[in-house]
């Protein structure tokens, strides 16, 4: 019989590429999006589609009861919607902190819950987790976006072993920079908040790296991250984490360096930021 998978987040990015893989794999896909409209391509293509706000507590029952009443099962969940707050953590605002860990952790904490009962009944399942290399090594700018990913790791951690005995597997992908308009929505939500004059530097190497755009030097494309994650699903006994992209593979190694190390490198970087006379041009403009 073939087996159904479900992926949140898939109007654009890694979602869309990972719904195109497992169709062509020849899985039953159920490609979601807060619009129907932006996985309409999908749904001509075979995939089935529905709109799904993660946040939407409804929504989600709904999808979930729907798949299993035309499948009769659900074999993968695929955690895929979410987005970067970027900006210095005194400068975020508490209900922009909210927004992101309603969307990054509540959402997928929300479809776990939906479909472990039926695939404990069915004693096999895998759920998949896109997390990210923020998600095991923050750097200044990110902070709020990362504990949202930090607390996503912490829960699959412990998720592993909870569901282990009823055959379903919980996989985390941590993939680095991505070829994704990924960085124009952490653009967009940057310039939402009000900027202090305590972070300027910092700002500026924000700024630069959303100029950068395209998810930056060392970036990968957005189906080698799909492959990723249709290999964890296809296999009896994958890993319990799967970094994908060089650059990811060396962050993780920054997680083994001291704290106090990696804190005097960041503190170096940004001075050496505010020394450059091109910086200060732009700040003088």
Same mark, same amino acid.
């Given at each position: 019989?073939?087996?159904?998978?479900?992926?949140?987040?898939?109007?654009?990015?890694?979602?869309?590429?990972?719904?195109?893989?497992?169709? &062509?794999?020849?899985?039953?896909?159920?490609?979601?999006? !807060? +619009? $129907?409209?932006?996985?309409?391509?999908?749904?001509?293509?075979?995939?089935?589609?529905?709109?799904? &706000?993660?946040?939407?507590?409804?929504?989600?029952?709904?999808?979930?009861?729907?798949?299993?009443?035309?499948?009769?099962?659900?074999?993968?969940?695929?955690?895929?919607?979410?987005?970067?707050?970027?900006?210095?953590?005194?400068?975020?605002?508490?209900?922009?902190?909210?927004?992101?860990?309603?969307?990054?952790?509540?959402?997928?904490?929300?479809?776990?819950?939906?479909?472990?009962?039926?695939?404990?009944?069915?004693?096999?399942?895998?759920?998949?987790?896109?997390?990210?290399?923020?998600?095991?090594?923050?750097?200044?700018?990110?902070?709020?976006?990362?504990?949202?990913?930090?607390?996503?790791?912490?829960?699959? &951690?412990?998720?592993? $072993?909870?569901?282990?005995?009823?055959?379903?597997?919980?996989?985390?992908?941590?993939?680095?920079?991505?070829?994704?308009?990924? +960085?124009?929505?952490?653009?967009?939500?940057?310039?939402?908040?009000? !900027?202090?004059?305590?972070?300027?530097?910092?700002?500026?190497?924000?700024?630069?790296?959303?100029?950068?755009?395209?998810?930056?030097?060392?970036?990968?494309?957005?189906?080698?991250?799909?492959?990723?994650?249709?290999?964890?699903? +296809?296999?009896?006994?994958?890993?319990?984490?799967?970094?994908?992209?060089?650059?990811?593979?060396?962050?993780?190694?920054?997680?083994?360096?001291?704290?106090?190390?990696?804190?005097?490198?960041?503190?170096?970087?940004?001075?050496?930021?505010?020394?450059?006379?091109?910086?200060?041009?732009?700040?003088?403009?």
């Amino acid at each position: 019989m073939t087996e159904t998978v479900l992926i949140t987040g898939c109007s654009s990015g890694i979602g869309r590429e990972t719904a195109w893989v497992f169709l &062509d794999d020849g899985w039953e896909v159920y490609a979601t999006a !807060r +619009n $129907p409209a932006d996985v309409q391509t999908l749904g001509d293509a075979g995939a089935n589609i529905a709109s799904l &706000d993660v946040t939407d507590e409804d929504d989600v029952e709904r999808v979930v009861e729907r798949i299993v009443d035309e499948q009769g099962r659900i074999d993968c969940l695929v955690n895929n919607a979410g987005y970067a707050q970027l900006g210095p953590v005194e400068d975020v605002p508490i209900e922009r902190v909210e927004e992101q860990f309603e969307v990054n952790v509540f959402g997928p904490h929300r479809l776990a819950r939906a479909v472990l009962p039926h695939m404990r009944q069915r004693q096999t399942g895998t759920i998949v987790n896109v997390s990210s290399v923020s998600g095991r090594l923050a750097v200044p700018g990110n902070g709020v976006y990362a504990g949202s990913k930090f607390a996503m790791e912490g829960i699959s &951690d412990a998720l592993r $072993p909870e569901v282990g005995e009823y055959g379903i597997d919980v996989v985390l992908v941590e993939p680095g920079p991505v070829e994704t308009a990924f +960085n124009e929505r952490a653009s967009e939500e940057i310039d939402g908040i009000e !900027r202090s004059d305590a972070y300027e530097t910092l700002y500026s190497i924000l700024d630069d790296t959303e100029a950068v755009g395209g998810g930056g030097p060392g970036a990968i494309p957005p189906r080698e991250v799909a492959e990723t994650i249709l290999d964890a699903a +296809n296999l009896t006994d994958p890993a319990a984490r799967y970094p994908v992209g060089q650059l990811a593979k060396v962050a993780m190694l920054g997680r083994f360096v001291p704290a106090k190390l990696r804190d005097r490198f960041y503190r170096l970087a940004i001075s050496l930021v505010a020394k450059n006379p091109l910086n200060r041009g732009n700040k003088d403009d």
